[in-house]
T-cell receptor, first 109, second 115 residues
Framework: GQNIDQPTEMTATEGAIVQINCTYQ??????LFWYQQHAGEAPTFLSY??LDGLEEKGRFSSFLSRSKGYSYLLLKELQMKDSASYLC??????????WGAGTKLIIKP | DAMVIQNPRYQVTQFGKPVTLSCSQT?????MYWYQQKSSQAPKLLFH???????NEADTPDNFQSRRPNTSFCFLDIRSPGLGDAAMYLC??????????????FGPGTRLTVL
């Protein structure tokens, strides 16, 4: 079966750094996406990794290790507006996205 | 500059009363998706259109139907909504070819309430 695992909830402090992990088992791999979703809103695209390594985009970075079936999203200099759910999704061999249930990130002052 | 538009944003219907949700896109993407998302759960793919080819997920109930009359528009019909169909319905689009996948862009969603 296909499976995406990520923690259900995490808490961090404003100004700090947080790492959200995602592990996956899928039939084929055509890239891994991270999306941000605020409560009651649609997901918005954050990053895409298809090769191993770290992709940096401002305060957000995403890392991929295909051999380990592992990715993480790193958020630096946390702001209150970063409170949201973060969804990990993997494109399988048919280019369909397999979604994780999301990690709810709570930012405290 | 809205690129994926969904109407209505909020829909209230009665148990068993048919409802249609609409989605339109200005991105000229060849693939359109309909997802159902319940609170604190992953989006669940209901169907997708690859150009005009309709692809139904195996576990999508027959109660859900879809139409794509042209590249820009896609509709989700729920023939007899039940209480369990109350959810956020998300439309997404992407450009996909045989060797490439692009990001999925989501509309704002339609929140369906069934009374």
């Amino acid at each position: 079966g296909q499976n995406i695992d990520q923690p259900t909830e995490m808490t961090a402090t404003e100004g700090a750094i947080v790492q959200i992990n995602c592990t996956y088992q899928t039939s084929g791999f055509n890239g891994l996406f991270w999306y941000q979703q605020h409560a009651g809103e649609a997901p918005t695209f954050l990053s895409y990794n298809v090769l191993d390594g770290l992709e940096e985009k401002g305060r957000f970075s995403s890392f991929l290790s295909r051999s380990k079936g592992y990715s993480y999203l790193l958020l630096k200099e946390l702001q209150m507006k970063d409170s949201a759910s973060y969804l990990c999704a993997v494109a399988d061999s048919n280019y369909q996205l397999i979604w994780g249930a999301g990690t709810k990130l709570i930012i405290k002052p | 500059d809205a690129m994926v538009i969904q109407n209505p944003r909020y829909q209230v219907t009665q148990f068993g009363k048919p409802v249609t949700l609409s989605c339109s896109q200005t991105l000229n993407h060849n693939v359109m998706y309909w997802y159902q998302q319940k609170s604190s759960q992953a989006p669940k793919l209901l169907f997708h259109y690859y150009d005009k080819d309709f692809n139904n997920e195996a576990d999508t109930p027959d109660n859900f139907q879809s139409r794509r009359p042209n590249t820009s528009f896609c509709f989700l019909d729920i023939r007899s909504p039940g209480l369990g169909d109350a959810a956020m319905y998300l439309c997404a689009t992407s450009r996909v070819s045989e060797r490439n996948i692009d990001t999925q862009y989501f509309g704002p969603g339609t929140r369906l309430t069934v009374l």
